[in-house]
Every structure is written in C-alpha cells, then in structure tokens.
C-alpha cells in the first residue's frame, strides 16, 4: 500500500550515490566536449569496423558517380595515427563531375581519419600518465621474488604484498575517476573493467591481516557485487513501496525479497532501513511479541556481524541457528504466509543455503550470501562458485561476469584477454600488478624453465617474456601512435621498467623508437639524449642531432643546424652550410646581418656571447668549415678601415686556398678583386702580389656552369653594370688589368 506523507528524496531508505552505484547515464553526457564512442558500423564486404574522417568528409557524391569520373581515394598510414591520411587521386584530364561539382580543387586536400577505440582525449592522456606513475612507484616491488636461501625477512615479504596491495587499489581508484569523464558506451566498458578490478581485490589483493578478518573480506566482496551492478535500483525499492491498499507493506512477498537481497548483498544498515520503513516492528509490537522479539533479535544479530572468523564468528553464527530454529518451531500469531516469508530470511541469516539459493537473482549474489552467513572462508570458494552457477548460470553475454567467475576459479590468464578486449591500458597494469602478486608467471621462471635466453635474437613478444612483458609492451607500442610526447616518455619507460629477461631486445626497441620521439623543447632532446647514453646508443644520439639539423634548417637557423650536424658527425653537411655562408656574403659583398654569426668569425666571440652558450653552439668541426667565412669577414672589416694592403693578402688567400670551389673564384674576382683593386684609378700593387693574382685567375673555368651561374646572379644586382655580360670576357679583362698593373710597376 501506499506509504502516506512519502518523499522519494528525503525518506529513500537507499543512498544511492552514497553506496557509489554506477552513475547515472544523464550525467555522462556532455554533447559539447565529449564524443560519444558509439559501436562502429561493419562493412557488409570486408567485415571490417567502418570509420570516418574528420571534418568535411572526400566523397561527397555516390560511390559510383564518384568512381566513374576517375578519382580514387587513396591512404598512406603511418604508424602515429596523425600522421595517417587519406586523400584524392584522379586521372589527368578528369576532374570535372557530370553533375557539374569539381573535385580539382581537392584534390591536394589531406584528410585525417578518426580510428575506433583510439582515445585521444586528454582525460584519457591524464589517465595513462596516473597509472603509469602507479606502476613506476611500485620500483623493486614491481617483480615477483620467493627467497629461497639466505635469511627470509618475513617483514619485507609483507612489505612487498602491502605495496603491491597499494597500488592495485589506486589503479581502482583512477578507473573509477576516469569512468566519470567518459561518454554512456565507454562508461560501460570502463564500469565491467571497474568490476572484474574489485573482484580480484577482494579475493588477492588485500593485506593479510584483512585476508584473516570476515568483515574485512566480507566488505570487498559485497562492494564489487554491490558496484557492479547497483541492484535494487531506486526503483524496485519504490515500487516495493507503493503496494495497493489490500496488503500492508511487509505482507507482500515482493517486500521480503527485497530485504533478502539487500542482506545477501550485505547491505545490512540498508536492510533493517527497510524494515523500519514498513512499521512491521510497531504493528507486531502489539499483535505478536514473538515475532516482535526474532524481528528485535535479527537486527541485533546484523549490527554484531563479527569482523573476524574466529571465535567471534561461530557464537555468532551458532546465536543465528538457534534463532532461526527457535523460531521456526514456534507457533506465532501473525499470518501463516508472513510467518513463512520471516522464518525464511531467519533461516537465509542462519546459512541455509536452499535459501540462500532461493532468495538471489544472481549467482554472485548468492556466492556473497554463501560466504558471509554459510562458512567466511576462501577454501570453500569454488565450491560456493560451482553451487552459485547452478542455480543460476552466469550472463554469457556480460564479459565482467565471466571474468570474475575465472577469477574465483583461480584462472587469471583467463580473465587477460576478456579486459584487454575492453581497455589495453587496464589489462596491462593489470597483468603487472598480478605478476607482482605472483599470480601470474614471471619471465625469468618462463626463462628458467624453457632452458635458458634466446639471445639477440629474441624479441619483445618472445615466448620467454611473461604475459604481463608481452601486454605492456603492446601497450607501450600502441602509445607510439599518439603524436603526443606524454604518452611517448610513458611508452619508453614501460619498456625501460618492465621486467623482462631479454634486455638487448628492450634496447633494440629503446633505439627504435627514439628518432621517432615528437619533441618539442630543449628539455625533451636533453632527456632523449640522457636516454641514449644511459642505454650506450651513440648512433641513434647521432640520428637524433641529424633531425634536430634538418629541423633547424627548415627553421632557417643555419648555426644551430651545423652545430648539430656536426655533432652528428655530418662533416659533409657542416661543410656545405659553410660555404653557403661564405657565399651569401660574398654575393652581397658585406658580413651578414647575423649577430651570433659575425661574433663567432670575429675575435670578440668570448666578449658578446656567455662562454656556456659559446661552447655548446660552436663544435671544433665549425670552427674549422667557418674559416674562410672568417678571412673574408676580416677582409670586409680591413675594406671598411682602408687597410687595402691587409684586405689584399687576405683576398689573395682566399684565391689560393686550395679547397676553396672553382665557381667563388669568380665571385670574389668580380665583386671584390675587380672593383677595389684592378679599375681604373685604383692603387699600385706589389708585383709579387699581381704574380700571385695571375695564378689564381689561370685556376678560373669559363666554361663551368656553376662559376658561370654565379656570376650571372652577380651581374643581376645593382650597380654592377660595368661588368661584361659573359664570364669569359670578363676574365680577359681582369687579365688586361693585371697586365696593365706589371706595366705601372715597372714603370715606377
């Protein structure tokens, strides 16, 4: 019947939120920042999960129009999946629809797609990096060991298992945070992660002291049936209470139904709640003192539920027996059916286990309700298990139910491909917190028993590493296909910590990887750097200074480039970059704009630039190619202080130096020999100069293309008009004037 004066959220016998019941689905929504992760669509041919770019989408005709007209849509993966796209291929002369749309001007368009179950959100990032940061503090605790000689500390075991404890139950935590961000589908998937978790915390991962204690294991297994899947809902316990006015409340056999699942689920604050709310006690109070006092007497007994399964344990289970029997062959003065329906949740708290079975809806329900009023052990559990199943056999369709039954069991490799196929990154710190424990095998008892190391041959997935090796390292492999430097630190340092007996395939995948890392700061190179020394990998530090030369390059910061090409070891490269310099400078007939380049040439390097700055820029390789830059900067600066006689020997050894390139030969001829030293009205020169400047100029080749493109690019700036239009006469004519100038030395 209907309860009078009734408010839902004031008198709810059921805190819901307060029991930490799975959130309600409203909440998860959040249409503006959150994608929703839907199933995807299966192609009817290939069978395989269909998916979407983003953003405007390549083919926006039918397949068959689109097609005809000859485009292709074509894709280039990679293994970072920001750097995989999709884009339009045509035919020369067919770009045009029929039905007028054009496709031409899409077709240098990149389309990125958006993989299935490839969380790139930062909640997601956030929580890698968390657990991640679990696993890495767990340190030495992280593998497995039993002491076989020696003295056997018993404190340091227990040490290992109560950190190992820890950590496992902050992986819980953080899933349990995480569920909160996500959308209704992923949510789902996270909250039966979330059940097979606390399944085996209760039954693996607790302190030992707690393991000895009923409450204790007692409260872990009624928390996971409990969040697994919040049952009763808010509303079977509204409708328990809006009976129709033929029965009073607790008459009806759905009331006692409820209050006994809420005691097989050990929701016993929840269950007398029930009680109470029904008036039975003030009604029973006057009609039956009997059934009054086993009613007064049942919550007595629930509020003393022992906390240990000693001593304590068997006076409160023999007080519940003889309750349940006392009363069950009494005579009462209630209705037979109500007598009945109360006998049966007393002979439920007393461990019957016929009503244990009766009284569950599922089989977990009924293996909590076995274990806390039938025997609290451990040693009964498969034999709870088995009895649960057969009464009522587990959702084939529900991947937490199934997993937790193998957890029962003791079958934990079962339960790993069951979580991998819901969350990689859960199963794998799973799997490690489980090898830990010593649930699982370790690799070097695999190693052990297989007769020894495969050697360098071996590899990540070898079948030597353990099933927690091989889930992480996937794991770490598939954190490279973010384009994000978070999750790559975190996928190079799980295969850094991972215990494995194969180290040399660990290095080879260290040096894989590291090219590869996308870098963003200076701290990121000096750790990529601080990496490759730590694990002795002098080649790929040398790749990794070629990136950071290319990059420079594109970025126009030849100094920086050559620095690290040079410490790369790419002479060649430092080389070319120099003489670039010198010919950017050369071409222009003054220093450079460039102030970290002019104080390096120049002796006042020391003086402008802090000495620290100073010796990481500048490599003893740069000093060197950056030489005959240096000479002809000095040059500028002797034209600059009319110090011709200096400026002349200096240009006089440039034009001999004898890895100097052919084609500057004409370059310094024409921009600085000829206008300042050989024109008309210019100064005497010595006549063991000019001796010198003729055989320099028998070195000039007319006919190479690159001294002829030279000096063609000269010729197109301004003010040197005066100059011959081909390279040939002008050659003649630095040769007549040299001419001329033996004849003014003689003559004087």
Same mark, same amino acid.
């Given at each position: 019947?209907?309860? &009078? @004066?009734?408010?839902?959220?004031? /008198?709810?016998?059921?805190?819901? %939120? @307060?029991?930490?019941?799975?959130?309600?689905?409203?909440?998860?929504?959040?249409?503006? /920042?959150?994608?929703?992760?839907?199933?995807?669509?299966? /192609?009817?041919?290939?069978?395989? =999960?269909?998916?979407?770019? %983003?953003g405007e989408q390549p083919i926006r005709e039918s397949l068959s129009e689109f097609k005809s007209c000859g485009f292709a849509l074509k894709f280039q993966m990679a293994p970072a999946s920001s750097r995989s796209l999709g884009y339009?291929? #045509?035919?020369?002369?067919?770009?045009?629809?029929?039905?007028?749309?054009?496709?031409?001007?899409?077709?240098?368009?990149?389309?990125?797609?958006?993989?299935?179950?490839?969380d790139s959100s930062d909640d997601y990032k956030q929580f890698v990096l968390t657990c991640?940061?679990?696993?890495?503090?767990?340190?030495?605790?992280?593998?497995?060991?039993? &002491?076989?000689?020696?003295?056997?500390? !018993? #404190?340091?075991?227990?040490?290992?298992?109560?950190?190992?404890? *820890?950590a496992m139950e902050a992986l819980i935590d953080e899933v349990d945070s995480f569920i909160a961000t996500q959308s209704i589908v992923r949510a789902s998937e996270l909250g039966d992660c979330l059940a097979i978790l606390n399944c085996i915390q209760a039954f693996f991962f607790t302190t030992a002291s707690a393991t000895d204690q009923t409450g204790g294991l007692a409260r872990q297994l009624t928390h996971w049936i409990n969040r697994a899947d919040g049952e009763p809902s808010e509303l079977v316990v509204d409708q328990v209470f809006r009976q129709g006015p033929a029965k009073k409340v607790y008459e009806t056999s759905s009331f006692w139904k409820l209050v006994n699942q809420l005691l097989l689920r050990g929701l016993f604050d929840q269950a007398i709640g029930v009680l109470e709310k029904s008036?039975?006690?003030? %009604?029973?109070?006057? #009609?039956?003192?009997?059934?009054?006092?086993?009613?007064?007497?049942? $919550?007595?007994?629930?509020? !003393?539920?022992?906390?240990?399964?000693?001593?304590?344990?068997?006076e409160w289970k023999a007080a519940s027996l003889q309750l349940s029997q006392y009363y069950c062959e009494s005579s009462s003065e209630v209705d037979a059916e109500l007598r009945n329906m109360i006998c049966d949740m007393v002979l439920l708290i007393s461990g019957t286990q016929a009503k244990i079975l009766q009284y569950s809806s599922y089989w977990y329900e009924a293996f909590c309700g076995l274990f806390m009023f039938y025997i609290p052990t451990l040693e009964l559990s498969e034999e709870y298990l088995q009895l649960s199943l057969k009464a009522h056999p587990l959702d084939v369709c529900s991947t937490w139910e199934q997993a937790c039954a193998e957890i029962i069991r003791g079958k934990i490799y079962a339960v790993l491909p069951m979580i991998e196929s819901l969350d990689s990154c859960i199963a794998a710190f799973f799997a490690a917190f489980c090898e830990a424990q010593g649930l699982l095998e370790s690799g070097n008892s695999l190693v052990e028993r297989q007769g020894g190391?495969?050697?360098?041959? +071996?590899?990540?997935?070898?079948?030597?590493?353990?099933?927690?090796?091989? *889930?992480?390292? +996937?794991?770490?492999?598939?954190?490279?296909?973010?384009? %994000?430097?978070?999750?790559?630190?975190?996928?190079?340092?799980?295969?850094?910590?991972?215990?494995? =007996?194969?180290?040399?395939?660990?290095? $080879?995948?260290?040096?894989?990887?590291?090219?590869h890392f996308p870098f963003q700061s200076n701290d990121d190179v000096e750790w990529l750097l601080t990496l490759c020394a730590k694990w002795r990998l002098p080649e790929v530090a040398k790749t990794i200074y070629r990136i950071l030369g290319n990059n420079f390059i594109s970025e126009n910061n030849v100094i920086e480039a050559m620095t690290n090409f040079s410490k790369a070891g790419e002479f060649e490269w430092v080389k070319h970059y120099s003489w670039m310099i010198f010919e950017a400078s050369a071409l222009q007939g003054a220093p450079l704009e460039d102030e970290i380049i002019d104080a390096i040439v120049s002796k006042k390097a020391h003086a402008e630039i802090p000495k620290e700055i100073l010796e990481a820029v500048l490599t003893d390789a740069m000093k060197q190619a950056l030489s005959p830059y240096a000479v002809l900067y000095q040059l500028y600066q002797q034209l600059g202080q009319k110090d011709l006689n200096n400026a002349l020997e200096n240009l006089l050894?440039? *034009?001999?130096?004898?890895?100097?390139?052919?084609?500057?030969?004409?370059?310094?001829?024409?921009?600085?020999?000829?206008?300042?030293?050989?024109?008309? @009205?210019?100064?005497?020169? =010595?006549?063991?100069?000019?001796?010198?400047?003729?055989?320099?100029?028998?070195?000039?080749?007319? /006919?190479?293309?690159?001294?002829?493109?030279?000096?063609?690019?000269?010729?197109?700036? &301004? @003010?040197?008009?005066?100059? =011959?239009?081909?390279?040939?006469?002008?050659?003649?004519?630095?040769? !007549?004037?040299?001419?001329?100038?033996i004849c003014e030395e003689y003559i004087t």
């Open positions: 019947m209907a309860m &009078p @004066g009734w408010n839902q959220e004031k /008198d709810m016998l059921m805190d819901v %939120d @307060g029991l930490d019941f799975f959130k309600d689905s409203r909440e998860d929504v959040n249409q503006e /920042d959150t994608r929703m992760l839907e199933e995807p669509t299966i /192609d009817d041919i290939s069978g395989a =999960p269909e998916t979407q770019f %983003d339009i291929s #045509t035919r020369k002369g067919n770009a045009t629809l029929t039905n007028g749309g054009n496709h031409s001007d899409i077709n240098s368009d990149l389309y990125s797609p958006l993989f299935h179950r490839l991640f940061e679990i696993y890495k503090n767990l340190d030495e605790d992280r593998v497995f060991s039993i &002491p076989t000689m020696g003295l056997v500390s !018993q #404190t340091s075991r227990k040490e290992h298992v109560e950190a190992v404890n *820890l008036n039975i006690f003030k %009604d029973l109070e006057t #009609t039956c003192e009997l059934t009054f006092s086993v009613l007064t007497d049942v $919550v007595l007994l629930l509020k !003393q539920y022992p906390s240990s399964n000693g001593e304590e344990y068997r190391y495969e050697g360098i041959e +071996g590899d990540l997935f070898s079948s030597n590493n353990s099933m927690a090796s091989f *889930l992480l390292h +996937g794991f770490a492999l598939e954190l490279c296909s973010f384009d %994000d430097k978070h999750l790559w630190s975190v996928a190079i340092g799980i295969l850094a910590m991972t215990p494995s =007996p194969n180290g040399s395939a660990v290095r $080879v995948a260290v040096a894989e990887l590291l090219p050894n440039l *034009l001999e130096f004898p890895y100097l390139p052919k084609h500057y030969l004409a370059l310094l001829a024409a921009n600085l020999l000829y206008p300042v030293f050989l024109c008309e @009205g210019s100064r005497q020169i =010595p006549e063991d100069k000019i001796i010198r400047l003729i055989k320099a100029i028998d070195r000039f080749e007319n /006919d190479d293309s690159k001294s002829i493109a030279m000096y063609a690019a000269l010729k197109e700036k &301004p @003010g040197n008009d005066e100059l =011959p239009e081909q390279l040939s006469d002008f050659v003649k004519r630095v040769r !007549q004037r040299l001419n001329l100038k």
